[in-house]
Structure formats: C-alpha cells, structure tokens
Nanobody, 117 residues
C-alpha cells in the first residue's frame, strides 16, 4: 500500500519547550484536502488538536489555543503544527489526517511527542 501521509518531528522536550511537527502528503491530493492534527494519549481516545481547510480556515481545540499553530504549505505539500509552551498533558502520539469526505480519509502512522515535567 502506498504511504500517502508521513509525519515527522516528534520527540522529547521539557515543559515549556517547543516542537514543530511536519506531515508530508501526496502532491496529487494535498492542495484540495482538508487536513488536521489529532493526538492520542495512553488510555484515552483520539482527539482533534487542530485542523485547516483547503481554503486555509483553521480550528483549534480549547486546550491548545494560543500555544499551537497549524499551517500548510501547498507548494511543499506539507502540513505543520508548531507547538510552544508544551505541557506534560500534551504527551501523546500525534497523527496527521488528510481528507476530502466522502472521497478519502487518510491517516499517517503517528509521531510520539513526550513532554517531561
């Protein structure tokens, strides 16, 4: 199966630190897709962190407003999540989602973000 969505940029960071996640997606679908970042902590359900439409409209979970910024670069076929002011409760596996319902809904393999206290 062709891997259409690939995340990178996770890692270990101290409380208050910053990380930038990247998600590369297939050029044939990137610019027309709505995209988002989700996360799943151990023992919890996957939740929306932030999303961005093909037209650039953004939406954030209340828990990350003012700390995280989602953006997209259609020329580079890449989605970003700039995370600052990280907290231990931000620790999770972060997933990139690329969709154009009802045509397709793709997920990446996830990247681990760990925030130490």
């Amino acid at each position: 199966q062709v891997q259409l969505v690939v995340e990178s940029g996770g890692g270990l960071v101290q409380t208050g630190g910053s990380l930038r996640l990247s998600c590369a997606a297939s050029r044939t679908i990137f610019s027309i897709s709505d995209m988002g970042w989700y996360r799943q902590a151990p023992g919890k359900q996957r939740e929306l962190v932030a999303d961005i439409t093909s037209g650039g409209r953004t939406n954030y979970a209340d828990s990350v407003k003012g700390r995280f910024t989602i953006s997209r670069d259609n020329a580079k076929n890449t989605l970003y999540l700039q995370m600052s002011g990280l907290k231990p409760e931000d620790t999770a596996v972060y997933y990139c989602n690329v969709q154009k319902i009802p045509l397709y809904n793709y997920w990446g393999q996830g990247t681990q973000v760990t925030v130490s206290s």
